[in-house]
């Protein structure tokens, strides 16, 4: 009569499974709560009742796949102040872990080389100390390492080579001693190596000359010495050696010609090279403030006298020999403990990697592109050739930059820096590593368009946006770690136009003069119409969010139209929410209530109501237009101006701002006759 309990059983064991699962990943993220913010003030949505997976708030900086396990943990410049809890090894699913710009201090966990899945280690700019742990070459999916910018010591260990997948190893500005090992040179995928401001010693291995994707090697501020390998040169700029006064080679600026080379064999092997294993102990690297040749040697000794004691000869012949044997003895002692515990290493490292395990993806309700275009590589996006959004590349590779060059240059998003903030971007003032100043906007992923081929089309539409009177772009980078799209943009040094409106008896030399007005009106107008036409380079434009905010000023009180082609990248909703500031200020054209589209059309008619703020120096202009319909310009002119203009000048801007601002968009002018009534000097 009954029906088998075993189904309900099963299901029954399946949840109570699942449940474990879940409870596990909770109780490992409270251990990593409790280690990285032992005060509590930072990760207070992590709660021992929550879900990390449940998309309700919880756990935030937490990310999940689609199979509802933990997969990012994106915490990055939080100020946590504590450690790193080695339970960060039972989340067994991650794929990303992101705690870079914090104050984290004791050492890596070497758990943390249990992490199979991982591809992104950003551990970067903090106070971690101790030695990098050689687990870390277990993990093999790995493709970033970013441990810069820390205290920490020891040597490189030669494990990483095991890292087959690792595009990008940045290790500058720790305190790392020893060589440098000749292993990485196995990385074949690698792009980017930084070992710089360490105090490496020893020849720079020729194996990374041989790496085929290296495009950027940093060494600089070391104690390196020795020969460098001719095949550097490849690297152009992107090899950087400056500061290691021992090193010498051809075709190098700054380096002199190496002595010959028997001068340099004995004393500078390359270490952990080829047939390392047959190092003889006085062949192990010396430290690079040992400098003494055999030549200067034998030349000091034959100027010895000839005189000397034959017994102390003797003597002191018998005492090196029998120093020199014990010495050596030590010394291969202990270079065989230290090879074989490198190689034990090595082969249980082996015996752990026989599977290549993919990184998960991360499954977000409102999937953004940033997680899909992340750069492969761990630095640029679009580095995998992707064609399908027509970039070519030429334009993708001098628009790309990567994500340590923005931060640096912003002082790691620095609050001081911040020059404006909304509801779905912020802007940030840097300085680039050329001295350059630039505009940083700051983009959420969750503010972006959702399909990854829309978002690629709107950022292959700013890279082709080139026009005197518009904002350069001059790169982009997407960050998946830090969950956004960075564009970077010349820096306007005089503000923007809204700043010179208002203003009271002309305070603080905020009042334009009147030819600063109508050079500032004639570029603006051609800044519209460039966006407005048709040219080979790109396709017409319309920029639908015109106001005095988004009209910046160059050094030279030149007007630079920003904002273009933005909302090619933003999500409709987002777009939709800047209309309601461009509404209240009254820029945005009568007829968008009914139709709900934006036109060329639409564009002029802000157009025109930023020409009365200009002429009238106020913000709100809406009661003026009648004004400059009765032809009072004594009434309509900024009293700042002490009456210093041109009335004809006057009269005829006011006119085009009042066709331009006409109820019915079939009255108002293209942007081509506007241009054509402000006169030739346009």
């Known amino acids: 009569m009954g029906s088998s309990p075993f189904p309900f059983t099963l299901l029954l064991v399946l949840v109570v499974v699942r449940f474990a699962r879940g409870n596990t990943e909770v109780r490992a993220l409270m251990a990593l709560k409790s280690s990285l913010d032992p005060e509590g003030r930072v990760l207070g949505s992590w709660t021992s009742d929550g879900d990390p997976c ?10 999940c796949n689609e199979h509802g396990k ?24 991650l794929s990303g872990l992101y705690l870079h710009y914090n104050a984290l201090t004791g050492e890596i966990p070497k758990e943390i080389g249990n992490l199979s899945d991982l591809t992104d280690l950003y551990l970067n700019v903090n106070n971690l100390s101790g030695a990098i742990p050689a687990e870390i070459g277990k993990m093999a999916s790995l493709q970033v390492l970013q441990l810069c910018y820390n205290q920490l010591t020891g040597s490189v260990p030669t494990q990483l080579s095991l890292l087959k997948k690792l595009t990008v190893l940045a290790l500058q500005s720790n305190q790392l001693t020893g060589a440098i090992p000749a292993t990485l040179g196995d990385l074949s995928q690698l792009m980017r190596l930084d070992l710089s401001f360490n105090q490496l010693f020893g020849s720079i291995p020729t194996k990374l000359a041989q790496i085929p994707l290296l495009a950027v090697l940093d060494l600089r501020n070391n104690t390196l010495s020795g020969s460098v390998p001719s095949g550097l040169r490849r690297l152009n ?56 040749r055999c030549n200067d040697t034998a030349r000091r000794c034959s100027n010895a006298s000839s005189k000397s004691n034959a017994g102390t000869v003797i003597i002191g012949v ?27 290493s090595v082969e249980v490292s082996d015996s752990r990697l026989s599977t290549d395990l993919q990184p998960k993806d991360l499954y977000r309700k409102n999937a953004s592109p940033l997680i899909n275009i992340e750069y492969s590589n761990g630095w640029d996006p679009l580095s995998d050739g992707r064609s399908g959004a027509g970039f070519s590349q030429e334009v993708s590779q001098s628009f790309r930059f990567n994500l340590e060059e923005v931060e640096c240059a912003t002082q790691y998003f620095s609050d001081v820096n911040l020059l404006g903030k909304s509801n779905f971007a912020a802007t940030y003032k840097g300085i680039l590593r050329d001295g350059s100043v630039v505009a940083v906007k700051s983009i959420s992923k969750m503010s972006c368009k959702s399909e990854e081929a829309n978002f690629l089309k709107g950022l292959k539409m700013l890279t082709l946006l080139r026009h005197e009177n518009l904002v350069s772009l001059r790169g982009f980078c997407c960050s998946r770690g830090r969950g956004e799209c960075l564009l970077v943009y010349d820096f306007m040094a005089n503000g923007n136009l809204s700043q010179y409106l208002d203003v009271k008896d002309g305070a603080n030399g905020r009042t334009l003069d009147w030819i600063t007005r109508v050079s500032i ?24 969010n015109i106001s005095a905010e988004k009209v910046l000023i160059d050094h030279h009180f030149a007007p630079r139209l920003s904002g273009c082609g933005l909302h090619k990248l933003l999500a409709d909703d987002v777009v939709f929410s800047t209309l309601k500031s461009s509404a209240a200020m009254g820029y945005l054209a009568p007829e968008y209530t009914s139709t709900g589209r934006f036109t060329e059309k639409s564009d002029v008619y802000a157009f025109g109501i930023i020409v009365f703020q200009i002429l009238t120096g106020k913000r ?28 004809p000048e006057a009269a005829k801007f006011a006119g085009i701002a009042l066709l331009c601002t006409s109820e019915s968009p079939s009255q108002r002018p293209t942007m081509e006759m506007v241009l054509q009534q402000l006169g030739s000097s346009c």
């Not at 449940?54 to 990310?63: L, P, Q, R």
């Not at 075709?251 to 047959?278: R, Y």
């Open 54 to 63: 449940g998309g309700g708030g919880e756990f935030e900086g937490v990310a």
């Open 70 to 93: 933990v997969a990012n943990i994106s915490l990055q410049g939080r100020g946590l102040a504590g450690t790193i809890s080695p339970a960060v090894a039972e989340l067994r699913c």
């Open 237 to 292: 700029k992107g090899f950087q050696y400056g500061n290691n006064t021992g090193l010498c080679g051809v075709g190098f600026d700054s380096l002199s010609v190496c002595p010959s080379d028997d001068t340099l064999k004995p004393n500078k092997p390359e270490p952990f090279g080829p047939g390392s294993s047959t190092l003889k102990p006085q062949q192990i690297p010396q430290s690079a403030n040992f400098n003494v």
């Open 318 to 344: 018998v005492a090196v020999a029998v120093g020199g044997t014990i010495c050596g003895l030590f010394a291969f002692s202990w270079y065989r403990r230290k090879k074989q515990k490198i190689s034990s």
């Open 521 to 544: 009106i004639k570029g603006i107008a051609r800044g519209i119409e460039y966006l407005h036409s048709s040219r080979p380079s790109k396709p017409p434009l319309v920029h639908q």
């Open 620 to 647: 709100t202009v809406s009661h003026l237009r009648l004004s400059a319909e009765h032809g009072s310009l004594e009434e309509l002119l900024d009293q700042n101006l002490k009456g210093n203009f041109s009335k």
